[in-house]
T-cell receptor, first 111, second 112 residues
Framework: DSGVTQTPKHLITATGQRVTLRCSPR?????VYWYQQSLDQGLQFLIH???????AKGNILERFSAQQFPDLHSELNLSSLELGDSALYFC??????????FGPGTRLTVT | TQLLEQSPQFLSIQEGENLTVYCNSS?????LQWYRQEPGEGPVLLVT?????EVKKLKRLTFQFGDARKDSSLHITAAQPGDTGLYLC????????????FGSGTRLLVRP
């Protein structure tokens, strides 16, 4: 158990819908990273928040957004969902700017 | 653009054999991490290497960071069926984020 929690574990929704994925970092970790893992792309960095502020963006679609709240939990919002958005979404937390500990992931299926 | 090339992609060996997985890049990384991932679960951090030439051992696993901090290797001695899984290397760039760039992974199967 990494200490990082993610909800929900599984999510099935239809195209065009909007979903919110939630991540709670390890106690004391200020950084939250979001990654997408698909069969053909592997693990890809989406976005990084540090102590409530956005630090870096990867190849994140404009339909996707995220935020980190004062209690340091983070949410990843995915809207206008397409079939190609089906993937595993992971968050990872880090104490500062170092090692990252991954949560169990949310499996998103868009039908 | 795949900045981290991992090889081999697949490896099927007999229990007791040794193996090495390679992770190569043309870019310099401030640190490199190795993860192991089981199907449907999150990657589990095995080790972080930071200094060029650094060698770290974790029981039967030996990790090495290249002198120029562009490549790394994972060597497993006397592999066991419990070592089966997906091994991922990930490099962190020296910027304000330390976001990870992942290799494509090596899927290892150790047959009893």
């Amino acid at each position: 158990d990494s200490g990082v929690t993610q909800t929900p574990k599984h999510l099935i929704t239809a195209t065009g819908q909007r979903v919110t994925l939630r991540c709670s970092p390890r106690s004391g970790d200020l950084s939250v990273y979001w990654y997408q893992q698909s069969l053909d792309q592997g693990l890809q960095f989406l976005i990084h928040y540090y102590n409530g502020e956005e630090r870096a963006k990867g190849n994140i679609l404009e339909r996707f957004s995220a935020q980190q709240f004062p209690d340091l939990h983070s949410e990843l919002n995915l809207s206008s969902l397409e079939l190609g958005d089906s993937a595993l979404y992971f968050c990872a937390s880090s104490p500062q700017l170092g090692e990252q500990y991954f949560g169990p992931g949310t499996r998103l299926t868009v039908t | 653009t795949q900045l981290l090339e991992q090889s081999p992609q697949f490896l099927s060996i007999q229990e007791g054999e040794n193996l090495t997985v390679y992770c190569n890049s043309s870019s310099v990384f401030s640190s490199l991490q190795w993860y192991r991932q089981e199907p449907g679960e999150g990657p589990v951090l095995l080790v972080t290497v930071v200094t060029g030439g650094e060698v770290k051992k974790l029981k039967r696993l030996t990790f090495q960071f290249g002198d120029a901090r562009k490549d790394s290797s994972l060597h497993i001695t006397a592999a066991q069926p419990g070592d089966t899984g997906l091994y991922l290397c990930a490099g962190a760039r020296m910027d304000s984020s330390y976001k990870l760039i992942f290799g494509s992974g090596t899927r290892l199967l150790v047959r009893p």
